[in-house]
């Protein structure tokens, strides 16, 4: 059974850069037909899709968040990474990691809490 977990600080100051990791355990993120996705939730918009990296580390982004977002990966710690810039506090909220698979699998990690805040 796949696992994910997300790791980063919980408080990050405006215009600074958010940098989450999502740790993946009982599979691997180089899996044929996975893709890897970050989510968040915030209290002005919701549950937003940021972004996601397929099996083949092609990164694909919202629209809405594109030129901040930059997701990437670590194949030989089998994680990877949300890049957030210039965050402001309404990107405050819970940031989640999950995967979908084209055999109509899914699974998201608990999700950690960030905190934009000076």
């Known amino acids: 059974q796949v696992q994910l977990q997300e790791s980063g600080p919980g408080l990050v100051k405006p215009s600074q850069t958010l940098s989450l990791t999502c740790t993946v355990s009982?599979?691997?993120?180089?899996?044929?037909?996975?893709?890897w996705n970050w989510i968040r939730e915030t209290p002005g918009k919701g549950l937003e899709w940021m972004g996601a990296?397929?099996?083949?580390?092609?990164?694909y982004y919202s629209p809405s968040h594109n030129s901040r977002t930059s997701i990437s990966r670590d194949t030989a710690k089998n994680q990877f990474t949300l890049q957030l810039s210039s965050v402001t506090p309404e990107d405050t909220g819970i940031y989640y990691c999950?995967?979908?698979?084209?055999?109509?699998?899914?699974?998201w990690g608990q999700g950690t809490q960030v905190t934009v805040s000076s």
């Open positions: 999950g995967y979908y698979s084209d055999y109509g699998e899914m699974s």
């Open positions: 009982g599979g691997s993120i180089t899996t044929n037909f996975y893709y």
């Open positions: 990296i397929t099996h083949s580390g092609v990164p």
